[in-house]
């Protein structure tokens, strides 16, 4: 799956930049920011947006403040490297809602690496034992739990 690389001029760069800091930022306020005025700033963004370079905005919470004190990656490894063995386990996994992220990885004993928060390490329990070690085909789990976050949620460097 190869993915075509949209031509960008400095401007379409300086939005790029200023929205991924501050989506919800004005359009008059990133039109001052880029030395463009409104009109042609918001067909640009619209444009942006059209090609596929915007694929959304979202509102990022403190999973902490909500009683999510916990953050682990847990590899998982699988029985059958086959489409329906992964897309069973895709499927299942997205019905998680701890799971924060799940990526099919190479280069280790697993096959896919989860990103999930939780309350504790009660619930992280119950989580993998209840959860994620009872879906068809995972016959490995090895878990690293996050001490500090250092980079998150960093720019796309346009």
């Known amino acids: 799956m190869k993915t075509e690389k949209v031509s960008l001029d400095r401007y379409d760069r300086k939005i790029l930049e200023h929205l991924q800091m501050n989506g919800r930022v004005s359009n008059q306020e990133l039109a001052d920011a880029i030395g463009l005025s409104p009109s042609p700033c918001l067909r640009r963004v619209r444009a942006l947006e059209e090609a596929g370079l915007i694929v959304g905005y979202r509102t990022v919470l403190d999973a902490k ?7 682990a ?39 896919y690496q989860l990103r999930v928060i ?41």
């Open 73 to 111: 990656l847990i590899y998982i490894s699988m029985d059958q490297h086959t489409p329906e063995r992964f897309a069973n386990f895709e499927s299942e996994i997205k019905k998680i809602g701890e799971v924060q992220e799940c990526l099919l990885i190479t280069g280790q004993q697993a096959d």
């Open 118 to 158: 939780v309350q504790d390490m009660d619930a992280y329990q119950v989580l993998l034992l209840n959860r994620i070690t009872r879906i068809k085909g995972v016959t490995g789990v090895h878990t690293s739990f996050v001490l500090r976050r250092v980079v998150a949620g960093a720019p796309v460097p346009v």
């Open 65 to 71: 403040k909500l009683g999510y004190a916990l953050e």
